[in-house]
């Protein structure tokens, strides 16, 4: 079954970088775009915050405002991997981050989540 593993999260003082990766199975990954999301801890209401979105091959990748050149999102086809390598840090980054693949066949969505990774910025 289609599975998707966060890796890299952890505590890091405001300015430093943190790199997540995720890791798929169970799917044909290259056919499917990828995404990460954000969610802070204890605010429920808020949802999750979409963070950048990358292509099927990888060469084009969306960001959200807030990122504002910091992150660098990219993808290994031949590896099944995802990542997202964060700089600057800022305690406003704190959040469980998750990767998400999807695809449409036609007007229906597929979606696959990860458990998600926390990233804690602290000094």
């Known amino acids: 079954q289609a599975q998707l593993v966060e890796s890299g999260g952890g505590l890091v003082e405001p300015g430093g970088s943190l790199r997540l990766v995720c890791t798929a199975s169970?799917?044909?990954?290259?056919?499917?775009?990828m995404s990460w999301y954000r969610q802070e801890p204890g605010n429920p209401g808020k949802g999750r915050e979409l963070v950048a979105t990358i292509n099927l091959s990888g060469d084009r990748v969306n960001y959200a405002d807030f990122v504002q050149d910091r992150f660098i999102m990219s993808r290994d086809n031949a590896r099944n991997m995802v990542y997202l390598q964060m700089n600057n840090l800022k305690p406003e980054d704190t959040a469980v981050y998750y990767c998400?693949?999807?695809?449409?066949?036609?007007?229906?969505?597929?979606?696959?989540w990860g458990q998600g990774t926390q990233v804690t910025v602290s000094s």
């Open positions: 169970g799917f044909t990954f290259s056919s499917y775009a």
């Open positions: 998400d693949a999807w695809k449409y066949t036609g007007y229906d969505r597929t979606d696959y």
